[in-house]
């Protein structure tokens, strides 16, 4: 199976709260795991990513977790700001390249 | 630099219309994606080339899709006798082989409505 379930479908956090969305994947073959951000209207546009050699990354508020042993990994937003406010999509990739999404999550960052 | 851009951005076809999607990738990208996203759910793959070459269709839905990238730049998805199911937003990516998979580039999308 080359399913990617994530969740929860939706989250509202209060601004300078921790958004938090986690991801299961089942195809051990994915070696890299990137999150994408979607505002409406728009295309997603990659956020962060990492391969399963490295256990956490760090870009600025955003933090991926990665546990192969479980074959689930996270995206932590620190400081969350309303501007955050959008969809957010973990997906799983092998070696050819071709992404598998979950289904998204919808933030709600409230002022 | 110019992103991925993607023409037209909505189209609206009768059932049974036969539609062609464009998508203009990032100069130098060697690697190609569409995929399909439907209303509130996550993209869906559709086909990969690298250059000019189709290296997977698996997730064409059905033969009345076909996708084509000539000359290894441009491609086009074509959809004949569209049905009502083929509603989606139809996102192209691309992206640079040297820089691992899995990092592509979205452009904004069409939106297709079948009436």
């Known amino acids: 199976q080359q399913q990617v379930k994530q969740s929860p479908q939706s989250l509202i956090v209060q601004k300078g709260g921790i958004s938090i969305i986690n991801c299961a994947y089942e195809?051990?073959?994915?070696?890299?795991f990137p999150w994408y951000q979607q505002f409406p209207g728009k295309g997603p546009a990659l956020l962060i990513a990492i391969r399963p050699d490295v256990s956490e990354k760090k870009e600025g508020r955003f933090t991926i977790s990665f546990n192969k042993s479980a074959k689930q990994f996270s995206l932590h937003i620190m400081d969350s700001q309303p501007g955050d406010s959008a969809t957010y999509f973990c997906?799983?990739?092998?070696?050819?390249?071709?992404?598998?999404f979950g289904k998204g999550t919808k933030l709600s960052v409230k002022p | 630099g110019a992103g991925v851009s993607q023409s037209p951005r909505y189209k609206v076809a009768k059932r049974g219309q036969d539609v062609a999607l464009r998508c203009d990738p990032i100069?130098?990208?060697?690697?190609l994606f569409w995929y399909q996203q439907a209303l509130g759910q996550g993209p869906e793959f559709l086909t990969y080339f690298q250059n000019e070459a189709q290296l997977d269709k698996s997730g064409l839905p059905s033969d009345r899709f076909f996708a084509e990238r000539p000359e290894g730049s441009v491609s086009t998805l074509k959809i004949q006798r569209t049905q009502q199911e083929d509603s989606a937003v139809y996102l192209c990516?691309?992206?640079?082989?040297?820089?691992?998979?899995?990092?592509?580039?979205f452009g904004p999308g069409t939106r297709l409505l079948v009436l």
């Open positions: 997906a799983g990739g092998g070696s050819q390249g071709n992404l598998i």
């Open positions: 990516a691309s992206s640079l082989p040297s820089r691992g998979p899995g990092t592509q580039y």
């Open positions: 195809n051990t073959a994915f070696d890299y």
């Open positions: 100069s130098g990208h060697v690697s």
